[in-house]
């Protein structure tokens, strides 16, 4: 699986978009981009995933970039329920990938909303 | 729909012990997988389930163990437990195999060996 580079840190004022960027130069041309955030103590929530094209969801937008080689995870109106740690993977798609999920995960984001 | 389901939520284990960790899919989902994090090590992938059969496995010893039932629950089992098998064990489940079909996880068990 490709790896990603996430900043460690971020802060975003509440009410305000916050953007996480996800750099994954060495993606694959059948590799998705993921998102998912995990609260202190609980699961990782899955947000939104895409192959080339943008995406939306009730969550959050994600922008790829034309090359693929970087990702932009958006929410729109920041809250203080959004304070997590932010992950972005890549993983192999369709059933050439052997049918297996293996994800990994790489240290992510921890974006701090601030009142 | 209810979501993936662990148990137990918090266990405490003796070191040399063994422990039985369950995991109850999301209704519909064929696919099970299983995550060890640690703050030292991360997310770290055990091993992936689809019909029964163990479809991957990551690089973890002998001592780790996995199994899926007909009704796709799935249970995992660490034999002759080290302190440093001290984490949070996560359960996650999907619709298929392929990678366009996103991994909802559950909230995990908290094992404590001591």
Redesign the interface.
């Known amino acids: 699986d490709a790896k990603t580079t996430q900043p460690p840190s971020m802060d975003c004022a509440e009410g305000r978009a916050a953007n996480l960027p996800c750099n994954h130069s060495t993606i694959s041309g059948n590799?998705?981009v993921?998102w998912?955030r995990q609260i202190h103590?609980?699961?990782?929530?899955?947000i939104i995933?895409g192959?080339k094209n943008n995406e939306t969801n009730e969550m959050a937008s994600l922008i790829i970039t034309e090359d693929r080689k970087s990702s932009t995870l958006i929410l729109p109106h920041a809250t203080l329920r959004d304070t997590a740690v932010y992950?972005c993977i890549v993983?192999?798609?369709?059933?050439n990938?052997?049918?297996?999920?293996?994800?990994?995960?790489?240290?992510g984001t921890k974006l701090q909303v601030i009142p | 729909k209810a979501g993936v389901t662990q148990t137990p939520r918090y266990l405490i284990k003796t070191r040399g012990q063994q422990v039985t960790l369950s995991c109850s899919p999301i209704s519909g989902h064929r696919s099970v997988s299983w995550y060890q994090q640690t703050p030292g090590q991360g997310l770290q992938f055990l091993f992936e389930y689809f019909s029964e059969t163990q479809r991957n496995k990551g690089n973890f010893p002998g001592r780790f163990s996995g199994r899926q039932f007909s009704n796709s629950r799935s249970e995992m089992n660490v034999s002759t437990l080290e302190l440093g098998d001290s984490a949070l064990y996560l359960c996650a489940s999907s619709l298929g195999t392929g990678s366009g079909s996103p991994l909802h996880f559950g909230n995990g068990t908290r094992l404590t060996v001591t």
């Not at chain 1, 993983?91 to 059933?95: F, I, K, L, N, S």
Request: glycine letters at 18%; zero cysteines; charged letters at 10%.
């Open positions: 590799e998705y993921y998912y103590s609980q699961g990782p929530q899955y995933h192959l992950y993983r192999v798609a369709g059933v990938s052997g049918g297996y999920q293996k994800v990994t995960f790489g240290t």
